[in-house]
């Protein structure tokens, strides 16, 4: 059955300073063949500010503090999935690592349940000739935009 609520997320805008690139996900949908990027982050759970909901989601993904520097957005994100529809609230924050060795990986993986996931460090523009979408919609576009903080 299709999950009918609208979920809150927090997802982190992490750049890279030594080449401007960023932190994204990777993931598929296997009912569309496709393949995508989306910021690491997560759900907010009731009681808790996004910006507590992305600190605490960076930790519990990467083991990793981050500072959340700034809320550089709120967009609201309607996507198909799976065949199934979903609704989401993302709040877009600015953060950087603490510990900056985790600036030097490349490729940072974690395991959320018993799915092994991997982010790398991304150029939307790369991406985008490349026909591969980075979601939420219209962030490409806010990430052009942002200048390091």
Not at 15 to 34: F, N, Q, V
Not at 50 to 78: H, K, Q
Request: glycine share 10%; with cysteine.
């Amino acid at each position: 059955m299709a999950d009918t609520r609208i979920r809150v997320k927090a997802f982190a805008l992490i750049r890279r300073p030594s080449d401007g690139k960023w932190l994204a996900m990777y993931g598929t949908d296997p009912s569309k063949d496709r393949e995508f990027y989306r910021p690491a982050g997560g759900s907010v759970e009731f009681g808790e500010s996004s910006r507590d909901a992305v600190c605490r989601e960076m930790m519990e993904e990467f083991g990793a503090v981050v500072e959340a520097v700034r809320l550089w957005g709120t967009t609201e994100n309607i996507f198909r999935y799976m065949g199934e529809i979903g609704h989401e609230v993302v709040f877009l924050w600015e953060c950087r690592f603490v510990d900056e060795s985790f600036y030097n990986v490349d490729e940072l993986t974690l395991t959320e349940g018993d799915e092994q996931l991997v982010a790398h460090w991304i150029d939307p523009d790369d991406l985008a000739a490349r026909g591969i979408p980075l979601y939420p919609d219209g962030l490409p576009e806010l990430l052009g935009s942002l200048k390091p903080g």
